[in-house]
């Protein structure tokens, strides 16, 4: 997956499965559970995405979290404030984030 921008040095997070769950209703979509894995992290991600005329102009209201794997911290440059970042942030091994935002602009804040 390319990044929009760079996440923790990353631009682009490999991943070997993807489970996605969601219902389309009207134009809402309920995205009930989006789980992804691959050499560097696990992560899942839920909420609801509010469709526009124009696709990348629809508002995203989801949460989700990531689950680091030590090949996270061997492929991102500068690992040792990736790590440092991570130390600092992680709860029970991962790091919640919500994304909010449209598809073109999304905003990414970690909690």
Known sequence: ???LS?????ESIEYSEVRIAMVLN??????????????MLKGSLSGIIRLKEELEN???DLKGKIEPFPGL??????????VKFFKGRLKKGALPFRIRGTIAHPKITFI
């Open 58 to 60: 629809s508002n995203l």
């Open 6 to 10: 760079p996440l923790l040095t990353l």
């Open 26 to 39: 009207g134009k809402r979509v309920s995205l009930t559970r989006a789980d992804l894995e691959g050499p």
């Open 1 to 3: 997956i390319e990044l």
């Open 73 to 82: 911290f061997e492929q991102a440059e500068g690992a040792q404030s990736v």
